[in-house]
């Protein structure tokens, strides 16, 4: 199956900033299926991006997806308090569908 | 608006059985992909498989192959995840999710706790 790997583990960042999240594959993933989600605590997970750079219904153009091949990044420019959350990347070319491990975002 | 319902909060002992549920209302969930994610306490996000309602086509990730049993009833808009006999390492939330891919929207989870 295809491991997923994400860094940082933990993002701390003051409001207004820019964050960088990376996802690295352990093959190369079509870049047609991958997305990120958001979870907030004690919420569901919310897709975020999907086709690595296509954003879902109602999600604001500061989420924004790149990358191709073996590595993806999630770019959230202008950081608000409400963007304190865990993303998780995830792909869906190969089976099974596999998740990453997780990036803790933290707004300062 | 599209919505997944899901089964409410279950506590179990260990070798009990168990079947939690997903209803999809605001539209005709059989023309899609409903997964099942776990996810562990403090832990990511797994994917369990998939059912198509339209003709029963279910996908299982290997981890989970033999382990629990997807299945749907088309008639009520809903799909089912179930276990024969429950482990204490089966407690976790449990979100269904509409798709074959990306995944949205999803349930509410349903907290399934095994303890003795």
């Known amino acids: 199956e295809i491991v997923l790997t994400q860094s940082p583990g933990t993002l701390s960042l003051s409001p207004g900033e820019r964050a960088t999240l990376s996802c690295r594959a352990s093959q190369n993933v079509n870049a047609i299926y991958l997305a990120w989600y958001q979870q907030k605590p004690g919420q569901s997970p919310r897709l975020l991006i999907y086709r690595s750079s296509s954003r879902a219904t109602g999600i604001p153009d500061r989420f924004s997806g790149s990358g191709s091949g073996t590595d993806f990044t999630l770019t959230i420019t202008r950081l608000e308090p409400e963007d304190s959350a865990v993303y998780y990347c995830q792909q869906y070319g190969t089976s099974p569908i596999t998740f990453g491990q997780g990036t803790r975002l933290e707004i300062k | 608006e599209l919505q997944l319902v899901q089964s409410g909060a279950e506590v179990k002992k260990p070798g009990e059985s168990l079947t939690i549920s997903c209803q999809g209302s605001g539209y005709t969930i059989t023309s899609y992909w409903i997964a099942w994610v776990r996810q562990m306490p403090g832990k990511g996000l797994e994917w369990m498989g998939m059912?198509?309602?339209?003709?029963?086509?279910?996908r299982y990730s290997p981890s989970f192959e033999g382990q629990v049993t997807i299945s749907a009833d088309k008639s009520t808009n809903t799909a089912y995840l179930q276990w024969r006999s429950l482990k204490a390492s089966d407690t976790a939330i449990y979100y269904c999710a509409r798709g074959s891919g990306d995944l949205g929207p999803w349930g509410q989870g349903t907290p399934v706790t095994v303890s003795s």
């Open positions: 059912i198509y309602l339209e003709d029963s086509d279910i």
